[in-house]
């Protein structure tokens, strides 16, 4: 199998959750040196260490961080800088969900679904930057939504701070295509995660029976559909793409 991020080291916010632990063994798979990133300390070493048993004599970190703390997001990547040397790919997965409508949203839930989904990304891409431009040619890939394109109503906070990821990755791709730097975004769809199986109180196998009447495929995704998209973004094979808002939602926004 070709090694599509051979001798690369990647970032991957969120790691311990379904995209995000996906995306990390779907890049040792491809080669990378993978750091796992996550608030949750436990579920961050259980994710390495099955990606591990999955892909032999990969050379992982498991890294408890709050992503919405700066000087985590600078302890992280300077430990991944000291263990690797430069950083080529960061994926800033990491994501948390307010239901409140934006009548009933409180300050409090406002500081904390800001802090994680939208500077979680600026403290990590920031962080990460004079690693990535000194390899000539890095790529960061953040996990924006269907929603940030699309509305809808009760989750308005979270799909606020999709929709402003994506305005940062357009102006982060503006401010660092001179340094080699390619800034994209990922809006998945309905995706199968611990996250939604939590939710529903349901079997990955019944909510992948589910028909989904908003979307042209009806079904949800693996959170592997989502993982070959972010690594085609993260490989050279997309080096002629930068500043865009790629749309992997099963034809959600066409119905």
């Known amino acids: ?80 800088t000291r263990t690797w040397g430069d950083v080529h790919v960061l994926v800033n997965n990491a994501g948390i969900r307010e239901y409140l409508s934006l009548a009933e949203a409180t300050p409090e839930s406002w500081e904390r679904i800001i802090g994680v989904n939208l500077l979680g990304a600026a403290y990590f891409s920031k962080a990460a930057l004079p690693s990535m431009r000194r390899s000539g040619r890095a790529s960061i890939i953040n996990i924006s939504s269907t929603y940030g394109v699309d509305g809808r109503a009760g989750m308005g906070q979270y799909d606020c701070t999709k929709a402003a990821l994506l305005s940062f990755t357009r102006t982060l791709a503006f401010e660092e295509a001179a340094h080699g730097i390619r800034v994209n975004s ?60 790629l749309m992997v939602d099963g034809g959600r926004p066409v119905v």
């Open 1 to 80: 199998m070709e090694k599509r991020l051979a001798g690369k080291t990647a970032i991957v916010t969120g790691g311990a959750g379904g995209i995000g632990s996906a995306t990390a063994q779907l890049f040792c798979e491809h080669g990378a040196r993978v750091a796992v990133v996550d608030s949750d300390a436990g579920a961050c070493e259980a994710a390495v260490g099955r990606i591990r048993d999955s892909v032999p004599n990969t050379e992982l970190l498991a890294l408890q961080a709050d992503v919405s703390r700066e000087t985590d997001a600078i302890a992280a990547v300077d430990r991944v």
């Open 186 to 245: 990922i809006c998945p769809g309905y995706i199968v995660t611990p996250f939604h199986l939590r939710r529903f109180q349901t079997t990955e196998t019944e909510l992948k029976s589910r028909d989904i009447e908003y979307c042209l495929m009806r079904r949800w995704a693996d959170p592997s559909e989502i993982a070959y998209p972010i690594l085609w973004l993260a490989s050279d094979e997309a080096s002629y793409m930068t500043a865009t808002e």
